[in-house]
């Protein structure tokens, strides 16, 4: 709204796309650099060249992966949420630019420390040589730690929300869990790659020494202690009003019921997406581990690049369902509690603290100004200014037309972060069979805010959560009545229905209250998810009940 | 539909801005100047490297290979250091214009989003040429001319954003045509733009190549002072064309940014007059270099000459962008609350970072080479 918005299709997979090429390699950056070091100190205090040999050799893929794809991803992914989420990106800059100064000393130690470590194997002392891979380890953990903040703070933003500084923001609810976590997927990651690298070689020693040593002491402590980090994590994240167990269909807080939902989950309850996401990391969490103790157990030393390689790409697979799943729980939120994915802002809770009145100015992307305003008001970069306007004309096709295509303008402005029209999370089939009715009704319950406690309260209540249309983690319509409705005239007509923005007048804003209107327009609303295809089929939803049963 | 009733230029959201603007300012200047240095051994080290590796294919020149070495060692460290160097400008431009370089990004689209694989394959580019040169044979000609090719797209999409980030007045026009990339081509201040700063990254590129001459002119003398003669040819040849970019881009600038420059704004006037008088002399100061017996004293002088020069372009620049954004009426953000524990975190962990590289690379660098002449130091 305040910015052009880039018109590809799934922006928000572009992003993933390279946040897990990133992360992936990123945390292995961290782990690799303390392998590297600790390994190399284990090799010259044992005097054993044939270990040495290998690290100086691991020390070469070290650096063409990490300082290459790592850091160039790293900065992929700046360029990519500048361009998919500028809102987003602007308000992170503003409020955490120095942690990414104080992450660039660190970033720059990093880089000069990988690069004299590679280059000083032959000209250093082993002593002045371990120091710097020291370096390089504090420097490239140092970086974790300031990064962990400001993506844990886009999820939990803590005080923030009212106080507006700094570290309320950054030693958020979920820093610490998330820090340690991360850590030890460093650690387990460092572990991996060195098996990858190890299966390379043609000789046996080599492949049993890195395997026992690799496997046990750096894949199997990852084994064991992330999933306590990840346990703490969700507790955290429930506790600063992240709706995990809801998310993942659970049916209470507690880690065995979070946990019995994941493996139990037919896709009725809870947000499928993140459900998916979650098994899957777990999954493949789970299967390198058995590899691993498989590989250390009984082929250590004849293990090849094909199976390792199947190790890698399992990792990635954990790893991408596991920052998958993160993004999952923060939605509906771009930054919690502060502005929605598709970059509209809530007001400010009552105390915050807010520009001094001089300087006062007042946010024409928050939600109440939005609604009040309309959305197409403050729409800096669109050429259709009022849903009203289209509503107006007289002759019924004109209208038809003068709706369809305001309410296209809307879809692109408030929906096309997430849908896109037939492709990933195409909008197309959820809206297919729908009369405008329906979808007004849908669109004006997508999110609602609700207190601690479930019962509706106000969008600056300091403790909000949102009461999601059927779980779905959307943001609210952002738009007035007459929006409403021309993007429920587009929507319908995407789903198959000429006669969409023919209807009179009448048909502009039904009510939520049309909810409770009669069992048919309920039944007819629920197919929204409910369809075959849908993300919870009704089939399964009704499986062995009978026709009086609703 | 009735046009758009809204101004072009985005409007600052509810977070206030975490520092004085002088300091944010102060910080993009600097950093600035260390990526284009870097950037500059890249662009134009890359290019001098290709020139040099075909010349050098003519038998008894082992100057020539001794330089593509050096070069070829460098490249991957020197990409490094760009790289590096170039994040925190561009972090303190959003925080100051990220209004206007948002816009801009987005309007460029795919074109702005393939800057990060192209960086990509051209530093794994230059990383096969230091590993592997040996072995590549005449792939290693095409690998070198296809990693220029790769720096001076990046540089021409740099451009591209730099200039349309300052012309708000297109970018209605732009986003109108519903492209999801678009390059600011129509911008009479594109070509001479990016001309003058690509010739200007070959020109200190030759520098670079005169200022190896002169570390390694007493271990290596007879190699030394023909580097610092090779980069002294490269360095006042190239700077005498670009003179003429340069004004080319004066003289394509708006009347009212040009116009600062001639009086109106001393500081633009001044640092514009300083720079092209100290351009001149060091290009006057290279070319003696280029012909001298002795050329050490002067490349001496020819690089506290080019720093000074660059300092001034920075500013020049610097200048062109305060200059549009005078024309556009464009207003910085109104709300500012200073972080400035943070800022000193930030300033002492960058001066603890500094001293941890300088005591690494000066470890590397005082231990001598190994006796498989491999690495750039």
């Not at chain 1, 630019?97 to 250093?124: K, Q």
């Not at chain 1, 820090?179 to 990858?196: K, N, P, S």
């Not at chain 2, 490249?75 to 206007?100: D, E, K, N, S």
């Not at chain 2, 990004?105 to 580019?125: I, K, Q, T």
Request: charged share 15%; net charge positive; with cysteine.
């Amino acid at each position: 709204m305040n910015y052009p918005i880039w018109q590809v299709p799934a922006p928000g997979l572009l992003i993933a796309l390279v946040s897990i090429l990133h992360v992936f390699i990123s945390h292995f950056a961290v782990g690799g650099g303390l392998f590297l070091v600790l390994t190399e100190r284990r090799a010259r205090q044992q005097n054993d060249a044939l270990l040495l040999d290998y690290v100086r050799r691991l020390s070469r893929f070290f650096l063409l992966l990490t300082l290459v794809f790592g850091a160039v991803t790293g900065v992929g992914i700046w360029f990519t949420i500048g361009l998919v989420h500028p809102q987003a990106t602007s308000s992170l800059i503003n409020t955490f630019v120095w942690g990414w100064a104080i992450e660039w000393t660190m970033f720059f130690t990093e880089i000069a420390a990988a690069m004299v470590y590679y280059y000083g194997w032959d000209r250093l002392p082993a002593r002045t040589h371990l120091a710097v891979g020291w370096i390089y380890f504090i420097a490239a953990w140092g970086s974790l730690a300031v990064i962990n903040g400001i993506m844990a703070y886009m999820m939990t933003p803590g005080g923030w929300l009212t106080e507006r500084s700094f570290w309320s923001g950054f030693l958020n609810e979920t820093y610490l869990p998330s820090l340690i976590m991360r850590t030890f997927v460093c650690v387990g990651l460092a572990g991996i790659y060195a098996l990858l690298t190890a299966s390379w070689s043609g000789d046996p020693r080599l492949k049993a020494k890195v395997a026992c040593y690799a496997g046990l002491g750096w894949v199997l402590p990852m084994a064991v202690v992330v999933p306590l980090t990840l346990i703490w994590y969700l507790m955290a994240a429930t506790g600063a009003g992240i709706p995990a167990a809801e998310i993942l269909g659970a049916d209470g807080t507690g880690l065995p019921a979070m946990l019995k939902a994941l493996f139990t989950a037919d896709g009725t309850t809870g947000y499928p997406a993140a459900q998916r996401a979650a098994l899957t990391s777990i999954a493949a969490a789970g299967a390198v581990i058995l590899m691993t103790l498989f590989l250390v157990t009984l082929r250590r030393q004849n293990y090849g690049p094909i199976f390792t390689g199947l190790l890698t790409g399992l990792s990635l697979v954990a790893v991408g369902g596991g920052e998958w799943m993160r993004a999952d729980l923060r939605k509906p939120y771009v930054i919690g509690g502060f502005m929605f994915v598709n970059g509209v802002r809530l007001p400010p809770p009552p105390g915050a603290i807010r520009a001094p009145a001089d300087v006062q100015v007042a946010d024409p992307y928050a939600l109440d100004v939005l609604r009040r305003d309309g959305l197409l008001a403050h729409a800096r970069w669109s050429q259709v200014q009022s849903a009203a306007e289209a509503a107006a004309h007289q002759e019924p096709a004109a209208r038809a037309e003068a709706l369809f295509r305001t309410g296209h303008e809307l879809f692109n402005l408030a929906c096309t972060k997430c849908h896109t029209t037939d492709g990933y999370l195409g909008i197309r089939p959820l809206v297919a069979g729908k009369s405008t009715t329906d979808l007004q009704t849908i669109l004006s319950n997508l999110a609602r805010p609700v207190n601690r406690e479930g019962q509706e309260t106000s969008w600056d209540d300091p403790d909000l959560r949102l009461a999601t249309w059927r779980g779905r983690r959307m943001p609210p319509f952002p738009g007035n009545q007459e929006e409403r409705y021309a993007l429920a005239v587009y929507l319908s007509r995407l789903g198959g229905d000429d006669r969409a923005g023919f209807e009179g007048p009448e048909a502009q804003g039904a009510s939520p209250a049309g909810l409770d209107s009669g069992r048919e327009l309920a039944a007819e609303t629920c197919l929204l998810g409910h369809d075959p295809e849908g993300d919870w089929p009704m089939a399964a939803m009704v499986k062995g009940r009978d026709t009086a049963t609703p | 539909m009735n046009g758009f009733p809204l101004p072009p230029v985005p409007v600052p959201g509810p977070v206030p801005q975490p520092a004085p603007a002088w300091i944010l300012w102060g910080l993009l200047v600097f950093t600035f100047m260390l990526h284009l240095l870097a950037m500059n051994f890249v662009v134009g080290g890359s290019v001098i490297g290709a020139v040099t590796a075909r010349l050098g294919r003519r038998g008894g020149r082992p100057h020539h290979a001794a330089l593509v070495h050096w070069l070829t060692q460098a490249m991957p460290i020197a990409l490094a250091a760009t790289i590096t160097f170039g994040v925190a400008p561009l972090l303190f431009l959003q925080v100051l214009y990220g209004r206007l370089f948002f816009t801009s990004s987005v309007l460029l689209g795919w074109f702005w989003f393939a800057v990060v694989p192209l960086v990509m394959v051209a530093y794994y580019g230059t990383y096969l040429l230091a590993f592997k040169s040996a072995s590549l044979g005449r792939w290693g000609g095409w690998i070198r001319w296809l990693t220029i090719l790769i720096f001076v797209t990046i540089s021409f999409i740099f451009a591209n954003n730099m200039s349309l980030m300052l012309r708000p007045d297109l970018f209605r026009a732009i986003y109108a045509s519903g492209s999801t990339s678009h390059a600011n081509l129509s911008d009479p201040t594109l070509w001479p733009r990016y001309l003058h700063f690509t010739l200007a990254a070959v020109a200190i590129g030759g520098m670079w190549v005169s200022g190896y001459g002169l570390v390694c002119r007493r271990r290596r003398p007879e190699f030394g002072q023909w580097a610092m003669r090779y980069g002294a040819h490269w360095f006042s040849g190239v700077t005498a064309l670009n003179l003429f970019m340069g004004f080319w881009f004066l003289f394509s600038l708006p009347r009212e940014t040009m116009a600062r420059f001639m009086g109106p704004v001393p500081v633009a006037t001044a640092v514009l007059g300083l720079g092209i008088f100290a351009g001149m002399a060091t290009m006057t100061v290279m070319f003696l270099a280029a012909h001298a017996p002795r050329p050490a004293p002067l490349v001496s002088g020819g690089i506290g000459g080019l720093l000074v020069t660059v300092v001034c372009m920075v500013l020049v620049r610097d200048q062109v962008r305060r200059g549009a954004l005078a024309t556009m009426n464009f207003e910085p953000v109104p709300w500012v609350e200073p972080q400035w524990t943070n800022i000193s975190l930030f300033l002492v962990l960058f001066v603890a970072g500094a001293a941890a590289v300088v005591w690494m690379v000066r470890a590397l660098v005082m231990a001598g080479r190994p006796e498989t002449g491999d690495g750039p130091v």
